[in-house]
């Protein structure tokens, strides 16, 4: 749901943050966390998107996520998916098409990595064995250097790559350097080498066994241009396929199924190559986001759905893009420039309402705003995942509040006699 510029109710209606202003690694979290605000909830976020759902109150729920993976996603099946051999061999298992490929040590399998991508034919894709699905993923290798650059990229430790990332559970790995005052990685690490699967990109996903999306990207699992949603057009065929994938992983309560199609999207299944090219525990949403904020929330909004306690009639409240909340900024190192930051947020997206220290030594602040769900949503996550200038919150707790008619953002102590909860002493964690 888009709004028109020329709607006349547009101008009443809080901005949506676009899919460029959040790191993709986190947009998944933060439209979870938007869709729970504008469902009435509170909020508990901690580092790694750890979230949790909370009443009126602060009384826990039981609803919480992290990277906006929901609660019912058993662990032991998010790890396994994390291992991309095991993965194969799982589809395999099940006369799941999927590409040839092979894995090799960084140590010492340089050469036979060479010989098989030049045995099978270039170009090839290069990923980590181990690790999240679709990160630091590369395709369309043309040739044996361009091969062998990228095998050096990755004996550089993980956590030292620039385009690393990796999810708060299913630790599967160390990916700390081999030697503490060295950069390489350690000689036990393994990649995949496969070949790369010419056609349609389309990424399917499942939440709670539904397919909800479908989504065609002409540049693959990263290109966040140009893509669109195609579930109304994919041939039954293929969603029933989609289903049979999602079912080899019982346990993930939600599933992205990347394939690439040989005759496209409307062709059935029997009538072409169906290649399974990745699989996920996230949901991913940054390529739904680039296309359309507001289509990815509401896919956000159905991964909450199906996670909290449902209302008597079964759905979440209508969703208020604005919401009224006191919030507790636990974690902060430096004051003064996490009150700027703040400030400077609350210009950008139209917030109202104040902030203030409530103990510096301490590293707490305290506020009221109201605004945006989505633009509250996304400080909050951006401060507890370093990205406002160092800065790493180490909880913030949002509480709903009353609305108190604020038409400004302001910093500094409130004024006396106001029996806010965050003039009180605020949220505490």
Known sequence: MTTSPHDPAAADRPVMPSAADCPAELIDGWLVHTAALQAGRGTLLFPGQALLLTHEGGALDGGSFAHGVPQQTQLSTATLVQDRR?????????????????????????RAALDFA????????????????????????????????????LRVAPQLRPD?????????????????????????????????????????????????????????????????????????????????????????????VDVVLSRGAEVAREDQDVTVVDVSERPWLAMQASRDPEEA??????????????????TLPQPQAEVALDVRWEGVSV????????RAAASRAGLRGRAEAEDVVGGIARGHLEGSAAAVALFNELAVAGHLAGEHLMAVDSRRAEPTGAESFTL?????????PAAEGGPST
């Open 86 to 110: 095991v993965r194969r061999a799982m589809l395999e298992q099940h006369r799941i098409r999927v590409p040839e490929g092979a894995t090799f040590t960084i140590g010492r399998g340089t």
């Open 118 to 153: 030049e045995r099978r034919g270039f170009p090839v894709v290069l990923k980590p064995m181990v690790g999240d699905n679709t990160v630091e993923t590369r395709t369309g290798i043309a040739g044996t250097e361009e091969l062998l650059e990228g095998i050096r990229d």
């Open 164 to 256: 690393y990332t990796t999810a708060s559970y299913a630790f599967t790995a160390i990916h700390t350097p081999r030697e503490e005052d060295q950069s390489r990685t350690r000689k036990n690490y393994r990649y995949l080498v496969e070949e790369h699967v010419r056609g349609e990109f389309l990424r399917f996903l499942l939440i709670g066994g539904a397919v909800v999306s479908a989504f065609s990207s002409p540049d693959g699992a990263w290109g966040l241009d140009g893509g669109r949603e195609l579930l109304e057009e994919v041939h039954p065929s293929l969603v029933a396929h989609a289903r049979e994938v999602a079912e080899v992983f019982p346990g993930l309560a939600v599933i992205a």
């Open 297 to 314: 929330l509401l896919l956000a909004r159905r991964l909450v759905e199906s996670t909290v306690a449902r209302t008597e009639d079964g």
């Open 335 to 342: 004051m003064d420039a996490f009150l700027e930051h703040l």
């Open 412 to 420: 500094g102590v409130p004024a006396a006699g106001d029996a806010s």
